[in-house]
């Protein structure tokens, strides 16, 4: 069993770094982007999704009531906590920089991993495997940014806005 899962593993990295090395897109990155302009989710997400690996993640938020319309409260404060402790490693595009683009994320992974990976960074990159792939493309760990839990639910709400999401 672990032979077909470092197996799988291993096809997963191969396929993010031919898609990171192909995913670039020259814009202005600083506003808010809407879903990724191809309309299609990352083919790689998919295989994720498809293996049962798409997950709520580990942690303690099991079950996150998501706003709607968008609560443009959350979304500005989310926005600060971005251009504050995000941007320097993440793009609101699809383009990879030191961590994935941002775009079309809300859509590939649930609200409840959103705010587990977050709020546990440590733990979900020693035990979610789609953390892990993740940290096979980046090579580099994610640090603990300490936010809240509010905090963290903020971000998620603009990263919804970014993606379109009303």
């Known amino acids: 069993m672990k032979n077909i899962s470092l197996q799988i593993l291993l096809v ?28 299609t989710k990352h083919k790689y997400d998919t295989v994720l999704m498809m293996a049962g690996i798409n997950s709520k993640g580990v942690g303690r938020f099991d079950n996150i009531k998501l706003t709607h319309p968008l609560d443009e ?10 251009e504050t402790k995000c941007f320097a490693c993440h793009k609101l595009t699809t383009e990879l920089l030191v ?40 090579l580099i760990r994610m640090p603990n940014q300490d936010l809240t839990d509010q905090q963290a639910r903020d971000v998620l709400e603009f990263m919804r806005k970014n993606d379109g999401k009303n």
């Open 12 to 39: 997963f990295t191969a396929f993010f770094i031919y898609r990171c090395g192909t995913n670039k897109q020259p814009g202005n990155e600083n506003n808010v982007q809407g879903p990724d302009s191809s309309g």
């Open 73 to 82: 409260q959350m979304v500005t404060s989310g926005k600060r906590i971005y």
């Open 99 to 138: 961590g994935p683009g941002w775009s079309g994320v809300t859509s590939r992974r649930t609200p409840e991993w959103i705010m587990n990976w977050v709020t546990n960074t440590k733990v979900m990159l020693d035990k979610d495997q789609a953390a892990q792939a993740d940290m096979a493309v980046c």
